[in-house]
């Protein structure tokens, strides 16, 4: 990876040229691949000096973990409309969660991207929701968690935590890995995460 030797560490919240730059590394990453995005040609694209780059990510490490960490932004916004749409039935719930997150998913182009890794096109990004997703998991946890405890359920913080880390590992499984129609996937890790959860469902399995 292209990495300016001694470049300062990103500020933490950035500047305000820190998301057009990431939004443009996204754009150049789906239209012609990881080893295409230079600091260089995010300058150009955003309109900055090369320097601005470097003060505004850090490095191109940096670079692609601040991509990754704008996109999920985007998934936990959709896991958090769901559980606001039905604050009494968490049935209903995970299975909008789940949905949106996978529907999402299919047009995601920075995903895309990742998962075109597997097959060779830019192995540096598919570590960041596979091997080292342990940021990524530990987020969209939190979330969950907070979001899923209000709901009362018949079980102690820990157990709860047991089962929200199997449903967002499975989430990213199916994200990486679609085995069935999101409203499909979806439906099936409703049933399973409400009923291990101790939840009593209003409705049997949807799609079968």
Do not use: C
Not at 69 to 93: C, G, I, Q, S, Y
Not at 128 to 150: E, H, I, Q, S, W
Not at 171 to 193: C, E, F, G, I, N
């Amino acid at each position: 990876m292209t990495i300016m030797s001694g470049a300062p560490p990103a500020p933490p919240d950035g500047g305000q040229h820190r998301r057009p730059i990431i939004s443009a590394a996204i754009e150049l990453t789906a239209r012609s691949g990881w080893p295409s995005v230079t600091m260089a040609r995010l300058a150009e694209l955003v309109g900055v000096s090369r320097q601005t780059v470097y003060n505004e990510i850090g490095s191109k490490a940096a670079l692609a973990e601040a991509m990754v960490a704008h996109e999920l932004d985007r998934f936990l916004t959709v896991v958090d409309a769901a559980f606001e749409h039905h604050p009494d039935d968490l049935v209903e719930a995970f299975y909008e969660a789940v949905r949106s997150v996978l529907e999402l998913a299919e047009d995601n182009v920075l995903l895309r991207a990742i998962v075109s890794a597997s097959h060779g096109a830019a192995p540096e990004l598919l570590p960041l929701l596979t091997t080292d997703a342990g940021a990524l998991l530990a987020r969209a946890k939190v979330l969950l968690a907070a979001r899923v405890r209000p709901y009362r359920l018949p079980l102690t913080d820990d157990q709860a935590d047991v089962v929200i880390d199997l449903v967002v590992r499975a989430v990213l499984s199916h994200v990486m890995q679609p085995s069935d129609t999101p409203a499909r996937t979806a439906d099936s890790l409703a049933w399973v995460a409400t009923r291990v959860l101790g939840v009593e469902a209003a409705r049997p399995l949807r799609h079968t």
